[in-house]
């Protein structure tokens, strides 16, 4: 397939071509859901092609095609180049440039214990579906219980004027949603885990950890009061640490928004913008994480980066073109979610560096609110705005976790709940497997952190 590609690069390059790439891409999905006692959805898929992007003058083409043979990745080539071509009536100064990169070849294969195509359909379906039992029989008050399946094998091969590299990726995630009803009172718990791993995954979930908690979630906020409206010290759980890192902080570290003056980070690179104790990394090189790749969408070795160093925006997160537009260095950060889909700059694991508190030193003499788990959470890149619903929580008064809350939102401003951050616990997890949207794309993610404590946050309650 890499001769392929070369032949098709080499016949279609020209003198004005400043740059070509043809990504191929590979997925094949399958996809269980476990509703209230049945299967509901049973599903394989998997589609496949390739996506080529041609630079000349400044300007991007991008075309793609399911069909990959010679004659249709020729033809496919031509149209982006045609695209290029046909936008350099753009000025000057809005034409894009790219910077030099040292050419790599690399291939990326994830060894795994239990590899999905080895599990029949069958047996899948019913791993599921006694993890969904256990929730579903958990309290008579449980209506409705919801577990949904899904591993993914992933492959992506990139070819380009520098370099060649191919990975080849397995996610595999269980989500399992549980609402437990008490009169007119709905309430919902919830429990999910997903690594760039095999069937192992599943096969290494605890029942009592993972089906009974999300059902125990929902049974127990039955009982529980919203809180009182207001400002308040709260203590957030890693769920709750990794959205804000990644809805609050992560998305306006995207060079892109960055560039279009759609961030709040415009300009202010090697600024203090947080407490000195926040550091906010963005890693795609810890194994196992949702979030796990070693060369990005582009060819381009993807690398650990310390986004907020000491309260201190230290980097962005960078595609080849924005970081020749900032005139700073690629740092692998671009993806694609399809051939279909040019790349762009995402996150991949981020989260934020555990400290030295432990949680008792987190609450000591505190009074205010113990929140775990996130339900949804909305920000605006743009302004920093953010609002989130916490899962679950508790008041805490001197230092003691007292009687618990539902139905929590909490809102606030990025920059000034970062500079709020009082302390930050040493209990780093990863919990936030999931998919990311960004202009219709959706790419595997992670998040987490430990807990950390932070003032003057503005609570309310939902019903």
């Known amino acids: ?27 094949n999905t399958t996809t269980i859901r476990v509703e209230t006692g049945r299967i509901s959805k049973l599903v394989n898929s998997s589609y496949s092609g390739a996506g080529v992007r041609v630079f000349s003058d400044g300007c991007w083409g991008h075309a793609s095609t399911n069909f990959i043979d010679e004659n249709n990745l020729i033809k496919t080539a031509n149209i982006a180049r045609k695209i290029a071509k046909s936008l350099t009536f753009k000025t000057s100064n809005e034409q894009s440039k790219l910077p030099s990169i040292h050419p790599i070849k690399e291939k990326t294969e994830i060894k795994v214990k239990t590899h999905p195509r080895d599990v ?5 379906a019913k791993s599921v579906f006694e993890l969904e039992k256990v929730a579903r029989t958990f309290d008579p008050r449980i209506v409705n219980t919801i577990f949904d399946y899904q591993d993914a094998i992933i492959q992506e091969l990139v070819v380009n004027s520098w370099s060649t590299v191919s990975s080849t990726l397995i996610y595999t995630q269980l989500k399992g949603r549980v609402t ?22 599943v096969e290494q979930i605890d ?26 010290v709260v203590i957030l759980d890693p769920r709750l640490t990794g959205l804000f890192a990644h809805e609050c902080f992560g998305h306006a570290a995207e060079a892109d928004a960055v560039i279009e003056s759609a961030s709040i980070l415009e300009d202010m690179l090697g600024k203090q913008i947080a407490s000195p104790d926040v ?10 994480s949702f979030g796990f790749f070693r060369t990005d969408s582009e060819g381009t070795v993807a690398r650990r980066k310390e986004l907020l160093v000491d309260g201190i925006l230290n980097e962005y997160l960078h595609t080849l073109e924005t970081a020749a537009k900032l005139n700073l260095p690629p740092n692998g950060s671009a993806r694609a979610s399809s051939h279909h889909t040019p ?32 339900e949804f959470g ?44 009082e302390a930050i616990g040493r209990d780093l997890i ?19 952190g430990p807990h950390i404590r932070v003032k003057d946050v503005i609570v309310g309650g939902l019903q």
Not at 5 to 18: K, T
Not at 211 to 227: C, D, F, G, N, Y
Not at 363 to 374: D, K, S
């Open 279 to 288: 550091t906010i990394v963005d890693d795609p090189t810890i194994p196992g």
């Open 430 to 448: 990863l919990v936030g497997p999931g998919h990311c949207g960004k202009s219709g794309q959706l790419v595997p993610v992670d998040d987490g």
């Open 343 to 374: 790349p762009l700059a995402r996150m991949s694991s981020i989260y934020i560096q555990p400290r030295d508190h432990t949680f008792e030193d987190l609450i000591e003499g505190v009074t205010g609110i113990y929140l775990q788990g996130a």
């Open 120 to 124: 029949s359909l069958e047996e899948k």
């Open 1 to 27: 397939m890499e001769d392929l590609l070369e032949n098709v690069l080499n016949s279609v390059l020209q003198p004005e071509i400043d740059f070509m790439d043809i990504r191929i891409f590979q997925k």
């Open 180 to 201: 437990a009803k008490e009169m007119d009172l709905r309430e919902k718990g919830f429990s999910t885990v997903g690594k760039t791993q095999g069937f192992e995954v």
């Open 378 to 421: 909305h920000v605006d890149p743009a302004t920093g705005e953010f609002l989130f619903k916490a899962e679950q929580g508790w008041n805490v008064e001197n230092g003691e976790i007292k009687e618990q809350l539902r139905g929590i939102a909490l809102s606030g401003s990025t920059l000034e709940t970062l500079r709020n951050i």
């Open 207 to 232: 029942p009592e950890e993972f089906s009974i908690e999300a059902a125990r979630k929902a049974v127990s906020k039955l009982s529980a009061k919203t809180p009182k409206a207001g400002k308040s």
